[in-house]
């Protein structure tokens, strides 16, 4: 049984380019969730996509955008990057039964900006 | 003031001790809790979850939730040097679309 995968693992960008990163659920996870963790920090919540629609946003500019497809994968695309971006992203998944499914996660993309 | 609060330690202690992690929040709505283990350069992986206040037991590990003193507790018995990692305790509010909340988690190193 497949856990949450993500790709890619690391990715280095320059200040002001656009990047994307992708997102598989675990099987039979319908809920796509992204967090950002910046180094010595907790994960802080993105945002939320089921049914390929964002159903929850965290305090994220909106440089910060995704997409969910019928499979339940999901993108993050971040736009005008800035050093601050700089972190490790994490993708998890769970299943919506009212709230009460925990998330798992997959092992993140490493994102340097220079 | 944070949502929750987690000291960061480092927590070093010897191994086959108890461990102890705690986590203090403000939000009187948070109903699941969860702690999360998160190995260097890995993706954070479920330990615990509990609903509301009580104690619940997996193994080496026990989860307290006190909802009054709005405080949660990890205990790791018999601690192993594979047990060093960084733990995060999350929660979050019931029902609906989900939002965790996490703390900036703590580092644990257990000493052969």
């Known amino acids: 049984d497949a856990g949450v995968t993500q790709s890619p693992t690391h990715l280095i960008k320059t200040r002001g380019q656009q990047v994307t990163l992708r997102c598989s659920p675990k099987?039979?996870?319908?809920?796509v969730s992204w967090y950002q963790q910046a180094l010595g920090q907790g994960p802080q919540f993105i945002f939320q996509y089921y049914e390929e629609e964002e159903r929850q946003r965290g305090n994220f500019p909106d440089r910060f955008s995704g997409h969910q497809f019928p499979n339940y994968s999901s993108e993050l695309n971040v736009n005008a990057l800035l050093l601050g971006d700089s972190a490790l992203y994490l993708c998890?998944?769970?299943?919506?039964?009212?709230?009460?499914?925990?998330?798992?996660f997959g092992n993140g993309t490493r994102l340097t900006v220079t | 003031q944070k949502e929750v609060e987690q000291d960061p330690g480092p927590l070093s202690v010897p191994e086959g001790a108890i461990v102890s992690l705690n986590c203090t929040y403000s939000n009187s709505a948070f109903q699941y809790f969860m702690w999360y283990r998160q190995y260097s350069r890995k993706g954070p992986e479920l330990l615990m979850y509990t609903y509301s206040s009580g104690n619940k037991e997996d193994g080496r590990f026990t989860a307290q939730v006190d909802k009054s003193s709005k405080y949660i507790s990890l205990f790791i018995r018999d601690s192993q040097p594979s047990d060093s990692a960084t733990y995060l305790c999350a929660m979050s509010e019931s029902g609906g679309y989900q939002k965790v909340t996490f703390g900036i988690g703590t580092k644990l190193q257990v000493i052969p």
């Open positions: 998890a998944s769970s299943f919506r039964d009212g709230g009460n499914s925990p998330l798992h």
């Open positions: 099987s039979g996870h319908d809920t």
